[in-house]
């Protein structure tokens, strides 16, 4: 189902008025035809809105969800670091600990209406010639040397010829 902005619905009733068909309404707004029907049946007090006061799959956890969400704010503040929590973390925590049966969609809305859109940060893309700028990164690769005793993460120094194929 289609969730249409507020001029769309009065779009759809206008349409109605005018005697327009609910196929040519669906194809005018760009929507699937069950939609239109949808609105209209809502619109005329025939139907309930069935998406209203529905509990959120995420509700009974609310208290465990704040308290992960401040952990996180905290951890992010110690570490200097502007990133979004980890929602991807959260559901899985919730699965293994709480023994949530919702869906992961269903914890990234109930985390969006409580908290502040994520600031945009830009994104540049710089183009250089071929072989022009090279770009070095620190990888972790986990090695087995038996002289140091075993396992052991060796970390290496990594250089990327930028633009050379």
């Known amino acids: ?3 249409l ?3 769309e619905m009065g779009a759809i009733r206008a349409l109605a008025r005018r005697e327009v068909s609910q196929r040519q309404t669906a ?3 760009g929507v699937d035809e069950s939609t239109v029907r949808y609105h209209l049946r809502c619109a005329d007090g025939r139907r309930e809105d069935g998406r209203k006061n529905k509990p959120e799959a995420c ?3 609310a208290e465990y969800i704040a308290e992960w ?3 996180e704010r905290a951890r992010a503040q110690v570490g200097g670091s502007e990133r979004p929590p980890n929602l991807k973390a959260l559901y899985e925590s919730l699965v293994t600990e709480k023994q949530f049966a919702g869906n992961y969609k269903s914890v990234v809305r109930y985390v969006r209406r409580r908290t502040a ?3 945009m940060r830009p994104h540049r893309r ?3 010639r071929p072989g022009t700028q090279a770009q070095v990164d620190w990888t972790p690769v986990p090695l087995e040397i038996a002289e140091l005793g075993g396992p052991v993460v060796l970390q290496v120094l990594t250089p990327t010829l930028e633009g050379h194929s």
């Open 1 to 3: 189902m289609e969730h």
């Open 69 to 71: 969400l401040a952990a």
């Open 5 to 7: 902005s507020e001029d």
């Open 27 to 29: 194809r005018l707004l």
């Open 126 to 128: 710089v183009e250089v």
């Open 59 to 61: 509700g009974a956890y």
């Open 117 to 119: 859109a994520v600031k």
